[in-house]
């Protein structure tokens, strides 16, 4: 009788188990009426899909924002688009053919859409609905903030479906080619960011379309995709309205002199053993344009501690300064500032006397050029921020402003809040003026100035920071940003190993 009873129990506890395991969205609770959009794009498979409730798991509806706006004639006629973000904050978009009243909608009108019974496939390369009559639109609210993404252009490159008919921001864009004086926005451009090239349509009748293009601006819009024969989604961007074209106030000029990577902790003894690798983007000699270079060292013993005061100029074991005085260095060629004893990784390494030393100084027992201390390490190895910063001309104050920076690490007294920092100048990883809402930020760390390189890990292992990177004088900006390459040298290491192919390129065009 005791096992009869014990059967019994565990089929009553199967049972209720298996009730329990239908299909829902939330364990115990109802399906939800709305599906996200992210979800909704997955049921395509590359071929035509009609919405029913067993494919929407039991939805029918979806609700977004209404980032479309056809008032200015640039956007596929007819196409309703909305984006949510109801699955895990991603942010996903769809475009919905509803004919003509797609114009009645504008950006900022909350809406929700019965999709039960639409079909879904791609046409002219964007995944759409169809089959969705006026009356399955509701207008919830209006006037509510559609968000855009920012994003690179290497990201929607990458991932042209998840992009597809979402509102993005594509910050600091400039044509490349570079536009003629008096070239329009109107017909078909390629704008780059400094980490990719992408297509930007705008037709020859839009109500933009004369207007004159930036040298450099933001751009928002919303990207579609273009389908090759082989299948492959081409994404390209379009503006919505002239609106969307911000022009950047912020002057970007052509730095003579740019950084191209470092070695702050060689193998062996850092003492007169670190330097840093430079390219000149013009013939320049150094008696008649003269240039500084100056390093600074965050750690929590280096004095004086605190904010730095004088910026560049703070010295002590905080800053120390290079002069850049002797010496020729041609257009699109490596030179190096360092330490004296000229060995690709310390002692004991190949000797790189041969390379173009435009300063070697023994950093270690000389005070530095106006300021610094002497020091055994120029750059920190690990923990607070190192930097390095490039200033035309000998004389470095409180105001000077570098034509080239860079930096290692977050950490330390390094910003304010306010007007003591180390300043920065216009590159590929830093801008003087926000470039989303135009307010300044003149310091490391001030806004959106937080991108930094990270230490190598073990200490002492000879990394070389390889900077990378394509600068077109062209184009006068980076059209590929700088990124941390990580070569680990040996004693053996050649020069041209670390001017080599992965290294920093100069363009003309």
Known sequence: MKKTNLYLLILVMVGTLLSACTKTNYPGGEVSPY???????????????????????????????????????????????????????????????????????????????????????RVDGILQLSGIGSEKITRAASGLTAPANVVTIDQILLKPDDYESTLVAIVKGGFNPMPKPGELVGGPKVINDGFGNLAIETDTDAAFARQEV?????????????????????????????????????????????????ASDPRGTDANNEYIQLMATQDIDFSKTPFSLVTTNNANASTPTGF???????????????????????????????????????????????????????????????????????????????????????????????????????????????????RITNTDWYDIINPLDMTEQAFYRAGTNTKALTYHTPSDAGYFYMLGGVYNLSLGRWTQARIQGSFLMTKETQLDEIEGEEATKLLDN
């Open 308 to 422: 730095p005061a004088n910026s560049w100029a703070t010295g002590g074991v905080r800053t120390y300064k290079f002069n850049l005085s002797a010496g020729f260095a041609a257009k699109g060629t490596y030179f190096y500032v360092g330490g004296t004893n000229k060995r690709i990784n310390s002692t004991s390494s190949t000797e790189i006397a041969n390379a173009n030393w435009i300063t070697a100084y023994a950093y270690n027992t000389n005070p530095g050029f106006d300021f610094g201390n002497p020091t055994t390490n120029l750059l920190a190895n690990s923990g607070n921020a190192s930097g390095i910063a490039v200033f035309e001309g000998t004389e470095v104050t409180k105001e000077s402003v570098p034509v080239d920076v860079i930096f290692v690490g977050t950490g330390g007294s390094l910003f304010n809040g306010t007007n003591i920092g180390y």
């Open 214 to 262: 930036y040298k450099m601006a933001n751009y928002y819009g919303i990207i579609f995709n273009h389908v090759t024969d082989s299948g492959t989604l081409v994404p390209y961007h379009r503006p919505r309205r002239g609106a969307d074209i911000v022009a950047l106030n912020s002057e970007y000029t052509i730095p003579k002199v740019i950084i191209t990577g470092f």
């Open 35 to 121: 599906i996200g959009i992210y979800d909704l794009r997955a049921l395509y498979k590359d071929s035509p899909v009609t919405l029913d409730i067993e494919s929407l798991g039991g939805s029918s509806k979806i609700s977004g924002w209404v980032i479309s706006d056809h008032r200015e004639g640039n956007l596929p006629e007819g196409l309703l688009i909305v984006q949510d973000k109801r699955r895990l904050n991603f942010q996903r978009g769809i475009s919905i053919a509803v004919g003509a009243t797609a114009a009645d909608y504008l950006p900022g009108d909350s809406v929700v859409i019965d999709v039960l019974g639409a079909e879904m496939k």
